[in-house]
């Protein structure tokens, strides 16, 4: 697929931040660019800018003069919606609000010819639900820069529902043609990076919530064990953590309250008290006073002569260790330094996960009543190997290792919904976030079953349902480290799907409730139904019973698609919201566990609304497989 020409004019709609910035990268690829912005003066003030900015880019020799001139002579100001009839593609970028998009691409269906293509710059709106008013969806996408568009080289390019594959493969092509990587995403809360990028703040929070680690450790420790660029409380700083929160809230809000991301308390606390970050002065760090230094241990004696010969410590992947006759090193995998220990003869201090080999800081932790000499010797030992050690306490997962075990798991399962390819997810995130490694990578290099022992081991000790494993990881972690999706789940898949349609042919009573199964994976299953008026009780409530025979329904769809005959053995369900007449409902299941012969499974009752989901009810049941097969076993047929 070729890119727009740049014979093309490209029209811009508000000359912001991201406009601006969009219009310069659209100019300097060499198209006429009409900036367009409802504020009086706001669209000549931006281009005035774009001239300063690319004057003072040939200053520092980063452009030739003459690309200067051109880009400038081909970027004006226009006084209104008009001026962009002509214009073969149209990049939004105005406040990000529903109603005033919905209106704004309203007024350009009106204006554009038939053949323009219509984007969005949207960070955090759905991509269908700004569509929802047009008249021809399929030319609209979305088309999300990075701040600085100039700089950053990522573009999410954003197929919705309704997306002709033309126009996404078109935007691909131009975004390429103007000098950026872009990597296409599903129309799903967050995209890629806002979705993907949560936990990286999350934890840190989380740990910080605990009061057992302090700001500047965890951020030390990210950086020089970790080898990001930034700790999150830095990042977040200089973000602001009033944009930090708005984010975390929509992607929670539309994943319908997902405890998985649920916002930090402490973080809207800094924006309540109005600590936003470096632009006020001070968020989690004072901006007037030094940054305070990491924990970081005093130097020991050299290691005891005992470590001669224990071999080398390796803090970027699992599985070693090394020791002494009383104290043994090894790298964390989610459970504390006190359950290695148990009653065994050694104390076991554990190592938190580095990036590779060689950083410059190591974290441990050691149980809390370990002997003192014994923590000292594997300080000694570590710092005998160039590390500085930062001594936390012994809490599950550590820090860096519960960050990447969370990254990891959220990439999986965003390439698991259908966001985005793992290609694209590693793409984006080390453009869009700067992380040093793809999460997706670092989970298959780290080996998913240590993902899954990390999030497990978390679940145990805090929240269950922010830690939970989806039944996808699940299945890598127990294929090996090798999994990579493929063949062997496609397979898992079509035997899903056929039992779960030869359950549902029997299922007349779903039937004639007008319930359809959307989608079907192993362990996994979508119901929907739509809230008809005979649904209604006289206060015009769908009745509970009926939205608990969805969860139940989509329970039982998710439990038999391992092909067993699989049946309720009891459930409870929370009801959260009303539904109401003419609402379609939809019902996700999600295998938590399988056991021998019964499993639990988790439901959650959503209503679809163009802006997002909102969460109905939550259920929990209970099955029990009872002998016999749905469709005839392979070796049967
Ligand atoms: P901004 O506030 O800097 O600029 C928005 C501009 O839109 C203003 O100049 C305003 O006058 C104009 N505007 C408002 N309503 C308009 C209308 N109906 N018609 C024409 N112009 C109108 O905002 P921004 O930071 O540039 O963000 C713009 C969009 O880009 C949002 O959707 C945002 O989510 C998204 N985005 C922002 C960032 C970022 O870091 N700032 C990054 C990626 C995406």
New binding site residues.
Partial sequence: MDAIARSVPVGV???????AGIAQVAAAAGHEVRL????AG?AETAVETIFQRLARAVDKGRLLAEEAEDAVSRLHAVATLEDLAGCGLVIE????DLG?KR??FTGLEAVCGPDAVLAT????LSVDAVAAELAHPARFAGL????PAPLLPLVEVVSGEHTDAAVADLLVATAQAWGKTPVRAASTPGFIVNRVARPFYGEAFRLLESGRVDAATIDALLRESGGFRMGPFELADLIGHDVNLAVSRSVWEAFGRDPRFTPSVLQERLVADGRLGRKTGGGVYAADTPRPEPATADPVPAAPAAWAGAGGVDPSAPGWSVGTGEVELRPTDGRTAAQHTGGGPRTVVLVDLALDTSPARVGIAAPEHAPKEHLEAAIGFLQGHGYAVTVLPDVPGLVVARTVATLAAAAADAVDSGVATAEDVDTAMRLGTNYPRGPYEWGSALGWDWVTGVLDALAAADDPGRYRVSPRLRDRATAGDGWRDDAEVAERDDLARNAAEAMWSADAASRALGMAVEQVSSGTAVVSMLVRPDMINGHGVCHGGLVFALADSAFAVACNTHNRRTVAQGADVTFVAPAHEGDRLLAVADERHRGARSGICDVTVYREDPAGLETIALFRGRSREIPGTLVPDEEET
């Fill in positions: 709609v508000g000359a912001g931040t991201m406009g367009y912005d409802a504020a706001a970028a105005v406040v990000e005033v209106a704004l710059n949207t960070s955090s999300h820069f990075f701040n």
